[in-house]
């Protein structure tokens, strides 16, 4: 499994823009990268799944970049309640979620 | 709504005590696994069924131990707690192992006295 590196901790202001980025430079060529949210006293919650290039929807857009080293997840115009735990994770098609140590995003108002 | 659903949402057992936690879904998916969260850690995979496959996960302690008797409901097992396993445990499912799309109920926060 690919090991993932992200950074422990960030802090936004309400309305900007949070790009949180994770280096997973072992990554195979048919390992997929997802992203999870985790509130306080809840499970995990799917945010977005990509392979290359760049993937959106409502919630976030994932940019992979053409070597698929690292990824970048972007949150538009963050708000208070998406104060959270993000974890990246890299997986391939028979291997459970195994999480790193995740990001812990604190959006101030 | 389709979901997973853990029961309950908080236990207290005492030390040595075996206590089972529960985990049911509606979501008909063939995978369902258990995580254990200590504070400000990340999930740490525990086991998964794929159907009535069991896998366990090399560190995992003899201590715990898992049942699945149909598609819907999977039970956490500890035999014999420690204070050491004091946790959120989570469980999740999925249509494949893979990790397309997991659903995540909201855990049990196990205390040990």
């Known amino acids: 499994l690919a090991k993932t590196t992200q950074p422990i901790s960030m802090d936004s202001y309400e309305g900007q823009e949070v790009n949180i980025t994770c280096s997973h430079n072992n990554i195979a060529t048919n390992d997929y990268i997802t992203w999870y949210q985790q509130f306080p006293s809840q499970g995990p919650r799917f945010i977005i799944q990509?392979?290359?290039t760049k993937v959106t929807n409502e919630v976030a857009s994932l940019f992979i970049p053409a070597d698929r080293k690292s990824s970048t997840l972007s949150l538009p115009r963050v708000s208070l309640s998406d104060t959270a735990v993000y974890y990246c994770l890299v997986f391939s098609g028979n291997t459970p979620l195994v999480f790193g140590k995740g990001t812990r995003l604190s959006v101030i108002a | 709504d389709a979901m997973v659903i853990q029961n309950p949402r908080y236990q207290v057992t005492q030390f040595g005590k075996p206590v089972t936690l529960s985990c049911s879904q509606t979501?008909?998916?063939?995978?369902m696994y258990w995580y254990q969260q200590k504070s400000s850690q990340a999930p740490k995979l525990l086991f998964h069924y794929y159907d009535k496959d069991f896998n366990n996960e090399a560190d995992t302690p003899d201590n715990f131990q898992s049942r699945r008797p149909n598609t819907s409901f999977c039970f956490l097992d500890i035999r014999s707690p420690g204070l050491g396993d004091a946790a959120m445990y989570l469980c999740?499912?999925?249509?494949?192992?893979?990790?397309?799309?997991?659903?995540f109920g909201s855990g049990t926060r196990l205390t040990v006295v």
């Open positions: 999740a499912t999925s249509r494949a192992t893979g990790g397309y799309g997991y659903t």
């Open positions: 979501l008909n998916h063939n995978v």
């Open positions: 990509g392979y290359k």
